[in-house]
C-alpha cells in the first residue's frame, strides 16, 4: 500500500469527532487505539492550555504481531496526517512504534518528536530481588530499543522480557476491571512474581489502564509506568523550542481523529478517559 492509500483512508474516516477553530497549533499525539491516551491525559494535566490532536489508527490495530517495516509505514502515515493538520510537536505514545521507527521519523519530519521508551532505569533503581519484569509486545521486546535501554540500565539486574498477548486487545475492546483481564495477567505475570520478580515495567501503553488490575492482584509489586514522565518531557522540549501556547490561550481542546470505525473506539476511550472529553465539554457548553 503507497503513502497515498494509507492517508485517503486517514480522510475518509478520520473527520474528527471533536474539533475547534484553535489558533494555538495543536500537540500531536498517536497510537494504534487508545493506550496513548494515557500519555494524553497525563500531558493535558501538566498543560492545560495546549490543544491535543490525537491520532488512532485503529485500522492497523493492534500493532504488536505486525512486521516492524509495516508498523514504520502507519507511523510515518501518522505523523503526515498529524502535521498536516498543524501539529507543532508529536508524542509517539506507542511503546511498538516508537521501538520500529522513532528515529527514522526523527530523521523525516521538521517538528520535535518525543516517544516511549520502557522504563528499565527506574525499575533497576526500585527492584529489591533483582528481577524485573518488562511488560510489552512481542514488537518491542524484540527491538533494537529495548535491548539499547536493557543493555544500558539493566545490567546490574535480571530484566525479564514478558510478551503481553492479548492485553491490548482486552484493553481496546474496554474489558479493563473484568475477570477476563485478571486470568490474563495471573497467568502471564503470576509465575514470574512467584519467582521473586519484585517490579513489572509497562511497556506498551495500553497497559497503563490495567494498572488497578495489576495492583488488585499483586499488591506487593511495583508497577513502573512511564506516560507521566513521557508527558513532562513534551512539555520540557515545547519549552525549550519556545512553543509553549501563549498564556490566556484556550480553551485548549481535544480532537480525536481515527483511521477506522469510531463508534466503539469513542466510547471505550470516552470511559477511560473521561477528563479529557470533560474538559472539552465544558469549553463548548
Ligand atoms: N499501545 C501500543 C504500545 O504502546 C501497542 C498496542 C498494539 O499492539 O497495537 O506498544
Known amino acids: 500500500m503507497s503513502e497515498g492509500d494509507h492517508l485517503r483512508q486517514y480522510r475518509l474516516s478520520g473527520a474528527p469527532v471533536l474539533s475547534s477553530d484553535a489558533m494555538v497549533p495543536p500537540v500531536g499525539f ?23 490532536l490525537y491520532f488512532a489508527d485503529t485500522a ?6 505486525r512486521p516492524a517495516a509495516e508498523i514504520r509505514k502507519r507511523a510515518f502515515a501518522a505523523l503526515h496526517a498529524l502535521i498536516a493538520r498543524g501539529a507543532k510537536l508529536v508524542v509517539v505514545a506507542c511503546n511498538t512504534a516508537s521501538a520500529a521507527a522513532l528515529s527514522d521519523l526523527r530523521a523525516a519530519f521538521p517538528v520535535p518528536i518525543v516517544g516511549m521508551v ?3 532505569k527506574p525499575a533497576a533503581a526500585h527492584t529489591r530481588s533483582g528481577v524485573v519484569l518488562v511488560l510489552a509486545t512481542p514488537n518491542t521486546l524484540d527491538g533494537e530499543l529495548f535491548r ?41 505475570l503470576g509465575p514470574h512474581v512467584a ?16 494498572m488497578s488490575d495489576i495492583r488488585a492482584i499483586f499488591p ?9 514522565a513521557v508527558a513532562r518531557r513534551a512539555l520540557a522540549v515545547l519549552r525549550e523550542e519556545g512553543l509553549v501556547a501563549p498564556d490566556g ?9 481515527a483511521s477506522g470505525p469510531r463508534a466503539r473506539f469513542e466510547t471505550v476511550a470516552r470511559s477511560l478517559v473521561p477528563e479529557l472529553f470533560a474538559a472539552h465539554a465544558e469549553t463548548t457548553a
Open 30 to 52: 498517536f497510537d494504534s487505539g487508545v493506550g496513548g491516551l494515557s500519555v494524553a491525559r497525563a500531558f493535558r494535566s501538566y498543560a492545560p492550555l495546549e490543544p491535543i
Open 60 to 65: 492497523w490495530f493492534p500493532y504488536g504481531g
Open 118 to 120: 520502557p522504563g528499565v
Open 148 to 188: 539499547r535501554v536493557r543493555e544500558e540500565y539493566g545490567s546490574g539486574v535480571h530484566v525479564r522480557a514478558v510478551a503481553g498477548h492479548g492485553l491490548a486487545e482486552l484493553v481496546e475492546e474496554g474489558r479493563v476491571g473484568t475477570r477476563e483481564a485478571r486470568v490474563a495477567l495471573e497467568r502471564l
Open 195 to 210: 519467582t521473586g520478580a519484585d517490579v513489572v515495567v509497562l511497556g506498551c501503553t495500553h497497559y497503563h489502564f490495567l
Open 220 to 228: 506487593e509489586l511495583t508497577v513502573v509506568d512511564t506516560s507521566d
Open 249 to 257: 490561550a484556550g480553551p485548549a481542546t481535544f480532537e480525536l481523529i
